[in-house]
């Protein structure tokens, strides 16, 4: 059992960086690939970035890509996802993941744990 908590989001203007933590319980974190998804009001969840285990190889979803870096450390049980260049389209409650997958997963479906989700708020 993975529990997951999402902090950092909250209220930035258009143009300026968020970073969210995402700190996991358990002392096997390592184990776990981990991905960040995003829902807006209205739309479905969306995959936004995932990270394999050790952190080699990394995936974005094209809309963050060159914006939004993804990182952990396994040491702290925590990843992170560093958003830059905040655009009032990436509003939405971001959520962290964790699949046992061994590759880089970009469907829900292969995420095992869930956060709660936090919200970030991009204003023009």
């Known amino acids: 059992q993975v529990q997951l908590v999402e902090s950092g989001g909250g209220l930035v203007q258009a143009g300026g960086s968020l970073r969210l933590s995402c700190a996991a319980s358990g002392r096997t974190f390592s184990s776990y690939a981990m991905g960040w998804f995003r829902q807006a009001p209205g739309k479905e969840r969306e995959f936004v970035a995932t990270?394999?285990?050790?952190?080699?190889?990394?995936l974005y979803a094209d809309s963050v890509k060159g914006r939004f870096t993804i990182s952990r450390d396994n040491a702290k049980n925590t990843v992170y996802l560093q958003m830059n260049s905040l655009k009032p389209e990436d509003t939405a409650v971001y959520y962290c993941?964790?699949?046992?997958?061994?590759?880089?997963?970009?469907?829900?479906?292969?995420?095992?744990?869930w956060g709660q989700g936090t919200q970030v708020t991009v204003s023009s």
């Open positions: 993941a964790a699949s046992r997958s061994l590759g880089l997963e970009n469907r829900d479906s292969r995420y095992d744990y």
């Open positions: 990270i394999t285990r050790g952190g080699g190889n990394l």
